[in-house]
């Protein structure tokens, strides 16, 4: 019976001391974000972790999600129990949440929506009565599949150039080609651009021929955001025979053609000369028409001078004659009249 009450007086003491203690164990409590960058790609929705642990109700409390690089600050805080709206950052606004019932669990995650890329960076969650505070970066990325094209034949060693690329890469991605076996094939260097939304278009070449198999494949690759891309090519066993025919009937072709041309040009030369020539007789005949047309205007010229002088004569003698003819008219009619 003395054991029994020895017993139940060892529990009570203990209930209340857990309890006593209790207070001062929340008191411990830690604020815990994700150790780990976590990644997100554009567009995507994504959850930056950060609790309390051991869990501590946070429903009443301040609770600030703040970027340092930015103006304002804030990306979400709660206060008074809502979302506290006016002191948001404009680009997050409508794009930034907590989850609310998990508050008196101590969860104060943040849910970020819709992702952009101009939202990497690194987010403190803080608690400003416990004067407790986590880091957690958040790093954007975007992707895209490649695609491969033909992009010419290699005569020398009857081989086929291949191009793959891939457009809307973040961060700056690495191009590989693979063989069929999956070895790493060597090829040119990757041509990169920027685009103005930030956003990578890389592009890469490899020759291959028939000793490389007939399966390739292109792999874009960014280790940052643990995001790989691949496509696949596959040619069929007599490709390279064909190609290295069709190269062979190329040849050929390019050689008639060239010749054609050299015909083209020696024909027109001839043809060139040929009128020329006819252009100089015609030339040095030409002078002696003008002499010709020169000495028969002359001469119409002189006859003309002398039809003009035998009518000059013709006028002035008669003339000659109407004037001698005046004063025999005019007697006449004296004689008359008288």
Request: hydrophobic share 35%.
């Amino acid at each position: 019976m003395d054991q029994l009450c020895i017993h139940s007086t060892i529990v009570t003491i203990s209930v209340l001391v857990v309890h006593l203690l209790l207070p001062f164990c929340r008191g411990q409590s830690r604020l815990i974000g994700s150790p780990q960058p976590v990644v997100a790609k554009v567009g995507d929705d994504v959850i930056l972790t950060c609790h309390l642990e051991p869990a501590v109700d946070v429903a009443t409390k301040t609770l600030e999600w703040t970027r340092s690089d930015l103006k304002p600050t804030y990306v979400y805080i709660w206060y008074a129990g809502q979302d506290y709206v006016n002191m948001k950052n404009p680009s997050y606004k409508g794009r930034t949440s907590l989850f609310t019932d998990e508050l008196k669990h101590g969860n104060i995650s943040l849910k970020l929506s819709n992702v952009k890329l101009a939202d990497e960076g690194k987010y403190r969650c803080y608690i400003p009565d416990r004067n407790e505070e986590s880091v957690i970066e958040l790093v954007v990325g975007s992707v895209s599949s490649p695609g491969i094209s033909l992009a010419g034949l290699d005569k020398s060693t009857n081989g086929v150039v291949l191009q793959c690329e891939s457009k809307g890469w973040y961060p700056e991605p690495e191009v590989l080609w693979l063989d069929g076996e999956g070895n790493v094939l060597s090829a040119g260097p990757t041509e990169t651009v920027r685009g103005p939304d930030d956003l990578y278009t890389v592009s890469s070449r490899v020759t291959v021929d028939k000793r490389h198999g007939h399966r390739f494949t292109c792999r874009v690759q960014q280790n940052n955001i643990n995001q790989t891309r691949e496509t696949h090519i596959h040619f069929l066993d007599d490709f390279f025979k064909v190609q290295s025919r069709s190269s062979a009937t190329t040849v050929g072709l390019a050689v008639s053609l060239a010749v054609s041309i050299m015909l083209s040009v020696l024909l027109l030369l001839l043809l060139w000369k040929k009128n020329m020539s006819k252009r100089n007789q015609m030339d040095e005949v030409e002078p002696e028409d003008q002499n010709n047309d020169n000495a028969e205007t002359e001469l119409l010229t002189e006859d003309s001078q002398n039809e003009t002088k035998q009518m000059g004569r013709h006028q002035a003698a008669a003339s000659r004659s109407s004037s001698s003819l005046l004063p025999v008219v005019s007697i006449k009619r004296f004689h008359e009249e008288k």
